[in-house]
């Protein structure tokens, strides 16, 4: 199962309120915050954690569930409209691949997106990743201190921060030769080594991962992520 880290590129899709839910009214009386659903737990397979992406603080964990994929969506959706949340249509949720959905809401009155990813499983059970991330405690951020650089052409850049890790991803027009490039000669510049696994850089006190792959629009997705180490 994916790590609830690996989690946070598909996460980040959602940091943002859904388009039209600040229009979605507020109610006089402040409802109680919103609690996920039961389910018939089989796993914890991370701990929760909270992270900041692009300045937004959210909590994450991920789980392996009983229940079926196909049950869940309508679960947790039936579960955000019942507690009040905006739910956007459907051809505004985010799609992804390899079969997994994913379905967010927002609570207006506390600027809190909730987010839930589905991924089926063979056996039949289904690993969660749920996400929470509170607007209202947003922080400005600044590319003065990223780890690495960016080329040029870098858009919808998304900077992650959590204990002992940095995550900078962003999408480009660049080819994978040129991104290869690109980073070969500024990491090597910034006194980082090439190791004998295939995109991952060393030096004293930490190890930064390259990867690069095909995106839908297009577009080449690009993260970097950078773990400290003991000297």
Same mark, same amino acid.
């Given at each position: 199962?994916?790590?609830?880290?690996?989690?946070?590129?598909?996460?980040?899709?959602?940091?943002?309120?859904?388009?039209?839910?600040?229009?979605?009214?507020?109610?006089?009386?402040?409802?109680?915050?919103?609690?996920?659903?039961?389910?018939?737990?089989?796993?914890?397979?991370?701990?929760?954690?909270?992270?900041?992406?692009?300045?937004?603080?959210?909590?994450?964990?991920?789980?392996?569930?009983?229940?079926?994929?196909?049950?869940?969506?309508?679960?947790?959706?039936?579960?955000?409209?019942?507690?009040?949340?905006?739910?956007?249509?459907?051809?505004?949720?985010?799609?992804?691949?390899?079969?997994?959905?994913?379905?967010?809401?927002?609570?207006?009155?506390?600027?809190?997106?909730?987010?839930?990813?589905?991924?089926?499983?063979?056996?039949?059970?289904?690993?969660?990743?749920?996400?929470?991330?509170?607007? %209202? /405690? !947003? &922080?400005?951020?600044?590319?003065?201190? =990223?780890?690495?650089? +960016?080329?040029?052409?870098?858009?919808?850049? #998304? @900077?992650?921060?959590?204990?002992?890790?940095?995550?900078?991803?962003?999408?480009?027009?660049?080819?994978?030769?040129?991104?290869?490039?690109?980073?070969?000669? %500024? /990491? !090597? &510049?910034?006194?980082?080594?090439?190791? =004998?696994?295939?995109? +991952?850089?060393?030096?004293?006190?930490?190890? #930064? @991962?390259?990867?690069?792959?095909?995106?839908?629009?297009?577009?080449?997705?690009?993260?970097?992520?950078?773990?400290?180490?003991?000297?």
């Amino acid at each position: 199962m994916r790590s609830v880290r690996g989690a946070l590129a598909l996460l980040a899709l959602v940091l943002a309120p859904p388009a039209g839910a600040t229009d979605a009214g507020v109610k006089e009386a402040i409802p109680p915050r919103f609690e996920w659903p039961r389910l018939q737990v089989l796993e914890h397979v991370e701990a929760s954690e909270i992270v900041e992406a692009e300045g937004v603080p959210v909590a994450l964990r991920a789980v392996r569930v009983k229940e079926n994929a196909r049950v869940l969506v309508q679960r947790f959706a039936d579960a955000f409209r019942d507690q009040g949340l905006y739910v956007a249509p459907g051809r505004k949720q985010a799609q992804l691949a390899n079969n997994a959905a994913m379905l967010t809401a927002f609570d207006p009155l506390r600027a809190i997106t909730y987010t839930v990813i589905l991924q089926p499983q063979p056996d039949g059970t289904t690993s969660l990743y749920l996400g929470e991330a509170n607007h %209202a /405690l !947003a &922080k400005k951020v600044s590319a003065a201190g =990223d780890f690495a650089p +960016l080329p040029s052409e870098a858009r919808d850049v #998304l @900077r992650v921060n959590s204990e002992g890790s940095r995550t900078l991803s962003f999408q480009t027009s660049l080819t994978g030769e040129q991104v290869q490039a690109f980073y070969d000669d %500024a /990491l !090597a &510049k910034a006194g980082w080594k090439p190791a =004998d696994e295939p995109g +991952l850089y060393t030096r004293p006190g930490g190890e #930064l @991962r390259l990867t690069h792959e095909p995106g839908k629009t297009g577009q080449r997705a690009v993260v970097l992520l950078y773990v400290a180490r003991a000297r």
